[in-house]
């Protein structure tokens, strides 16, 4: 069954398409259903008797592309040497970059789908724009922030709901941060090239900093025994998580790139099955992967990257039966950083952002100084969400409240909600739909945010429920 935004996203795609644009971007959160939907479209051209690619860089996410077709029921083959699904009289087609890139003949495409989108920067996808001057493009992507923007695939970007609303609406589970002792990045430089940083140079700072003995230990204070992967570094760092991981009394194992696919494989599900309880990694577990049974990620690698922090948080947001939440325990700096996920940034095609000074005041974690709870406060609200202490906040500061190395909770639950960024509509839509009550829409709000922000938000919820009730 199609989902609400999932149609939202179809038929604001067919207008773009209808009015002339022949370039629109999909943004959607990791487990929101960006397959269901592009595959939506490609149902439709092909019932037109029309051509599609689908292009994607490397041989992994061509399977998968060409995995989720199959499952939507969409005839297709593969453009990619030596490829198992090779059909080249489909009409649609999933194609690798590279190999689209080596060929002087391509493909007939009235539609031209570009899957992870935000990977799309090379000079490869601007002449694959300029090959196909009549065909229309979907680019598609949960963290559509490249650098130097993807105006050169899309005039336009469809975003049907935010990463928060998916939340509200029990769509994905929802993150419960935990954030550890500051690892010092003084000296770590940017790589120009990455826009990271220098990669020897952060791997050196985390050896210097206490991680490595924190990690396990948190491991078992908060999670022990529920599914993690982990990110590090580097091989080196990763190796050495799983040893301490293993000391501790933890099974744990390591994969990277090098790593052949049916030890990975073997890996995640020895991690499914509970055979072993961590997995650690080196940059392979980012994109292309859907673990939904897991309930922790750890980050022991800072980044400077947005997309990447989305992307590694994301493996942990799809749900299954029994999963609402999940941990983050963040080990290096990243939610202070970033922000907590939910503070969504919007997608700008030109790759503009607004100046740091002023997302960082709008994003910016505030601590509790009694519980180190880290929030945004909401008008009204006068105490810690998490220990009721009178709020006597401060911008986060890592060195000065963090001298033993304890995990300090960093809830989302007591953070982007509390200024006033509770999805009420949501909730009023999702009482309507299921002809609930009004009282359902206050009572979910305590109990998740606290009767004091459920007062608060009293009024605002009678309101949206009225407007719903006044719809014919």
Not at 19 to 26: D, E, S, V, Y
Not at 189 to 199: E, I, L, M, S
Not at 393 to 409: F, H, K, P, S, Y
Request: glycine share 6%; net charge positive.
């Amino acid at each position: 069954m199609i989902r609400w935004y999932q149609q939202k996203a179809l038929d604001e795609i067919r207008a773009h398409f209808a009015a002339g644009t022949k370039k629109a971007l999909l943004h959607a959160a990791t487990g929101s259903g960006k397959t269901v939907i592009f595959c939506e479209v490609l149902k439709g051209v092909h019932a037109k008797g029309k051509h599609a690619i689908i292009v994607a860089r490397g041989k992994a996410l061509i399977d998968q592309a060409s995995q989720r077709l199959f499952r939507e029921g969409v005839p297709h083959g593969c453009i990619q040497a030596h490829h198992w699904n090779h059909r080249p009289l489909e009409r649609i087609q999933v194609c690798s970059i590279d190999t689209l890139h080596r060929r002087s003949a391509l493909p007939p495409a009235d539609l031209v789908v570009i899957d992870e989108a935000h990977l799309a920067t090379s000079s490869a996808f601007r002449r694959l724009v300029a090959a196909y001057p009549n065909a229309f493009f979907l680019a598609v992507s949960a963290t559509p922030h490249a650098p130097g923007g993807l105006s050169h695939i899309a005039d336009v970007v469809v975003h049907p709901i935010s990463i928060g609303q998916l939340m509200d609406e029990d769509y994905l589970a929802r993150p419960i941060y935990y954030a550890p002792t500051h690892v010092n990045l003084g000296g770590v430089q940017v790589d120009r090239k990455t826009g990271d940083y220098n990669a020897f140079q952060l791997g050196q700072a985390v050896e210097r900093s206490a991680i490595y003995g924190d990690v396990p230990r948190h491991y078992k204070q908060l999670a022990d025994g529920q599914p993690a992967v982990l990110f590090a570094v580097n091989v080196k760092h990763s190796l050495e998580f799983v040893e301490r991981f293993k000391a501790a009394g933890i099974a744990a194992a390591h994969i990277d790139a090098e790593t052949p696919k049916a030890q990975r494989e073997k890996c995640l599900e020895d991690l499914e099955a509970g055979r072993i309880q961590v997995v650690s990694n080196v940059g392979i577990l980012t994109t292309g992967v859907d673990l939904p049974f897991l309930k922790v990620v750890i980050l022991a690698r800072p980044t400077r990257s947005y997309n990447l922090f989305i992307q590694m948080i994301g493996r942990c947001t799809r749900i299954v039966p029994g999963k609402k939440t999940f941990l983050v325990l963040d080990h290096a700096n990243n939610v202070e950083t970033h922000g907590f996920i939910e503070n969504e940034r919007k997608c700008d095609l030109t790759g503009k952002r607004k100046r740091a000074s002023a997302i960082d005041e709008e994003r910016k974690p505030r601590l509790c100084l009694k519980c180190y709870a880290m929030f945004r406060q909401i008008k009204g609200v006068s105490k810690c969400p998490l220990c009721n202490a009178p709020l006597e906040t401060r911008t986060v500061n890592r060195d000065a409240v963090e001298e033993g190395g304890e995990l300090i909770q960093v809830s989302f639950q007591a953070a982007n909600k509390y200024a006033g960024q509770i999805n009420i509509a949501g909730l009023v839509r999702q009482a309507v739909e299921r002809n609930y009550k009004l009282g359902w829409v206050y009572h979910h709000v305590k109990e998740r945010y606290g009767k004091e922000h459920a007062k608060i938000l009293w009024k605002e919820i009678r309101s949206e429920f009225g407007k719903y009730k006044k719809d014919p």
